[in-house]
């Protein structure tokens, strides 16, 4: 997104250095970005107006939905905005060489078991809140290495010890804006919507698709996670190519009306194709 003068103001995971200040930059041409403790954080200063934006990895390719992100879209007022892909290519750092733990964020050290194990077998593997984070724990100590964006070692006084510490040869984050804009149809859209089905009966879920099929409605990313409250429901996240001004995406949402108890569109924003952004 384009932005003039003095830089958007936009919440994202610190500390500074993580994927999710690259995924800010490579959105915004000048940002002023709030650096916060968790996605939870990160949301609240834009929810509250402290910042016009917030922006917060979604999806990975090999490790999945980031969970406690979809959770936080069911309570927000905030709508998605913009989508962003970078490809994480993920490094493993240290100041030391006896590496006895490794650290990072859950989702980095998913990303990278595999080869972790490998490199370490004894290792002690450790979950912090973000992969910079990790390297300020990594830098203060001779037996942790991290895991994350090779420009922590110059930003944390680290060595990189390997490169593209990655299990699998594509790593794909899928990064959203969350914002109080509508983007307007460019025609090539996708659609964020979470809900909950009425019946928990044989075909429910496949009734719910039909109006999707019919139209021939792609949809992209469908995840579904328990509703707290009310054991052994589940809450469905659906993206589907497509902007809700769009007719056909109008009339699928109107058949689906009457099936679900709850339904909320997160946001229509313009479709990100990968790869665009490789860091
Ligand atoms: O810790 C970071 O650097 C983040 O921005 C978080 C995060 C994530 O939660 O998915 C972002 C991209 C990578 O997939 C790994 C970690």
Known sequence: M????????VSCLGPEGTWSEFAVRSMFSRAEIAFCRGFREAIELAEAGSTEYCVLPVENSIEGPVTPVLDALTSTGLRIVAEKIVSV???LLAVGTDIRRVVSHPQALAQCEGRIRAMFPNAEI???SSTSAGAIEAANREDTAVVGPPWLAQKYGLRVIAQDMSDYRFNLTRFICLGRGRPPRTGRDKTS???VLRDDGPGSLHRLLTPFAERLINL????????KEKPWRYRFFFDLHGHEDDSAVRSALSDISSMVTEMKVIGSYPR????QTDA
């Open 2 to 9: 384009e932005t003039k003068g003095a830089g958007v103001r």
């Open 89 to 91: 290519r993920q490094a």
């Open 126 to 128: 450790i979950s912090v």
């Open 193 to 195: 919507l979470t809900l």
């Open 220 to 227: 992209s990313m469908v995840v579904s996670r328990p509703e």
């Open 272 to 275: 990100e194709d990968w790869p």
